[in-house]
């Protein structure tokens, strides 16, 4: 989530429960036909380029560089100016009743997540899977609810805790760390017995969502889509919010190096892309279609499957919307079709 005060969308996560509360409706009790059915009542089809007419890219206008992003990764270690948890707010609760809280391994850390299994499902290895990643950096029991449709229609579901959340291990690195976390968690989810790992799927929303675009960078990972919504930042974001009072404390790096900011989003990137993403972005949620816009655009050039979907609503309302959709296009999903 960019909370920069110049842009709509500040620290108020918890304030898009309606819209979380609207999409868990939609999936109580309806069969995945019925909830397709409601995607497309929305207004959002199948998936597709639907390409604005204008669109204005945030992106300074730079050279794309030119060695290999995984390459470019590894020869680069983050420096954290501060260290210590991430200052998202949350409180220790108790997962509802069919959801267990479980623990996944990143690296030397031991980080904790939500994780359920439709009913019915076995060790046949036949469920689809979604990871999950919170907004507002740290996760909460909404969080969870907003993706029970996923549930409710036969996935097996993972709402992971990112290092230096929630108690969790490690330091806050915003986009660096968290990236490993979030690919280890896809690991985990897809070494699950019930899991067919031909069909593990990951959406994230806002920061959430700019952490899942960067999972289509890894070729090894057994991931066959993601997807964010509202999620698309650029390098320049990081300079905005260090100079910013409400949102310097997120940024521990240097936000003048390039190392830093570039390997922290998917943008400069994109020619090292290999798994589709599809980025939603509410209809008034204009910086944000911006963003997409342009990297639209330059994936088009490269052959990359990169794609922007207008959804009802601002950064907060087009949560329920975009996942509807996802849920939509993930179920008619058949890999090698």
């Known amino acids: 989530m960019d909370r920069d005060p110049h842009n709509p969308h500040t620290r108020a996560m918890r304030s898009v429960r309606h819209s979380r509360a609207r999409l868990v409706a939609l999936g109580a009790g309806w069969s995945p036909a019925a909830l397709i059915s409601v995607a497309l009542a929305l207004g959002v089809g199948p998936a597709?380029?639907?390409?604005?007419?204008?669109?204005?890219?945030?992106?300074?206008?730079?050279?794309e560089p030119t060695t290999p992003y995984l390459a470019r990764r590894h020869a680069h270690e983050t420096q954290l100016r501060e260290l210590g948890?991430?200052?998202?707010?949350?409180?220790d609760d108790a997962p509802p009743r069919g959801v267990q809280s479980v623990t996944y391994p990143s690296g030397e850390l031991s980080l904790r997540a939500w994780y359920a299994t439709p009913l019915g499902a076995s060790g046949?290895?036949?469920?689809?899977?979604?990871?999950?990643?919170h907004g507002d950096f740290a996760f909460g029991p909404d969080d969870f609810e907003a993706v029970r449709p996923?549930?409710?229609?036969?996935?097996?579901?993972?709402?992971?805790?990112?290092r230096g959340e929630n108690g969790n291990p490690g330091d806050f690195e915003l986009l660096w760390g968290e990236v490993d976390d979030a690919r280890a968690a896809v690991e985990w989810l897809a070494a699950q017995p019930m899991v067919d790992r031909r069909r593990v799927y990951a959406f994230g929303h806002s920061i959430g969502g700019a952490v899942a675009a960067m999972l289509s960078l890894y070729p090894q990972l057994p991931l066959r889509m993601s997807a964010s919504c509202g999620g698309i930042y650029v390098?320049?974001?990081f300079g905005r919010w260090a100079a910013s009072t409400g949102n310097r404390e997120l940024v521990r790096f240097d936000p003048s190096d390039p190392s830093e900011t570039e390997l922290r989003v998917l943008g400069p990137n994109l020619p090292w892309m290999v798994h589709r993403h599809v980025a939603y972005v509410g209809r008034d949620d204009p910086w944000f279609i911006d963003n997409a816009a342009a990297l639209e655009r330059r994936a088009w050039e490269l052959g990359k499957p990169f794609e922007k979907i207008e959804v009802p609503g601002d950064h907060m309302a087009s949560l329920?919307?975009?996942?509807?959709a996802f849920l939509e296009l993930t179920y008619l999903d058949i890999p090698g079709s």
């Open 320 to 324: 329920a919307p975009a996942l509807a």
């Open 235 to 237: 390098p320049e974001t």
């Open 150 to 162: 996923f549930l409710d229609a036969g996935y097996v579901v993972m709402a992971p805790t990112l």
């Open 124 to 133: 046949s290895r036949s469920a689809p899977a979604l990871v999950y990643f």
């Open 48 to 63: 597709g380029c639907r390409k604005s007419e204008v669109a204005r890219p945030d992106e300074v206008v730079r050279a």
């Open 85 to 91: 948890p991430s200052p998202g707010e949350y409180s």
